[in-house]
């Protein structure tokens, strides 16, 4: 598995490092007066969540939403379906959307505007990693561990082929190993 990454581009140290900080800025936040709910968005962002969560100093609750965007390999079209929905009512509750990757912005957009009919308090967006230099529609995020490059990555939750989910830092992968199922 190691064999296939081409070089570490954020380290376990420097995840947990920012992890720290981004729950610090949440922390700053919210309070157990209004327990949030934090929706983690399957599967890429579980490592995310499980770190962020754990550095959370306030009350909160966990949900899980899957979202499928249609089209194949390494890009994602603007066509999304969902896979699992929330189990809970978040109507009149705070939300935070929990992503591991803002790419071109379209499933953070369908979420937005899909939450926004289940009339949420609030619902703000922490992602762990963010390319802008992707993105086709704008959109807004409110907390984000790393700016990145356009470069296909993996590890702490971020698959290749739904595979490499478990690599503990953030990797690049080979070209040769996406080309060659291209
Ligand atoms: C990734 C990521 C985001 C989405 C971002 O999910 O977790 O949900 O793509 O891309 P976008 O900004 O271009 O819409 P993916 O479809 O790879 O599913 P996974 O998390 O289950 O691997």
């Given at each position: 598995m190691f064999d296939d990454i081409e070089r570490v581009l954020i380290t376990e140290d420097q995840l947990q490092a920012r992890i720290v900080e981004v729950a610090g800025e949440m922390n700053a936040v919210y309070s157990d007066d209004e327990p949030p709910i934090l929706v983690c968005i399957l599967k890429g962002a579980f490592m995310f969540l499980a770190d962020l969560s754990r550095n959370l100093t306030f009350r909160h609750e966990v949900d899980f939403m899957e979202i499928s965007s249609y089209g194949s390999g390494t890009t994602s079209s603007g066509a999304v379906r969902i896979l699992l929905d929330l189990a809970t009512d978040i109507e009149g509750r705070h939300v935070v959307i929990v992503e591991d990757i803002v790419d071109t912005g379209h499933t953070l957009t369908y979420?937005?505007?899909?939450?926004?009919?289940?009339?949420?308090?609030?619902?703000?967006?922490?992602?762990?990693?963010?390319?802008?230099?992707?993105?086709?529609v704008d959109v807004p995020v409110n907390y984000v561990g790393?700016?990145?490059?356009?470069?296909?990555?993996?590890?702490?939750?971020?698959?290749?082929?739904?595979?490499?989910?478990?690599?503990?830092?953030?990797?690049?992968?080979?070209?040769?190993?996406?080309?060659?199922?291209?």
């Open positions: 979420i937005l505007r899909n939450f926004s009919s289940r009339n949420p308090a609030s619902v703000r967006v922490a992602t762990l990693l963010n390319k802008p230099s992707r993105r086709e790393f700016e990145i490059p356009n470069e296909f990555v993996l590890g702490y939750g971020l698959d290749y082929a739904q595979q490499y989910r478990n690599v503990p830092y953030i990797g690049v992968l080979k070209p040769e190993i996406y080309e060659q199922k291209l």
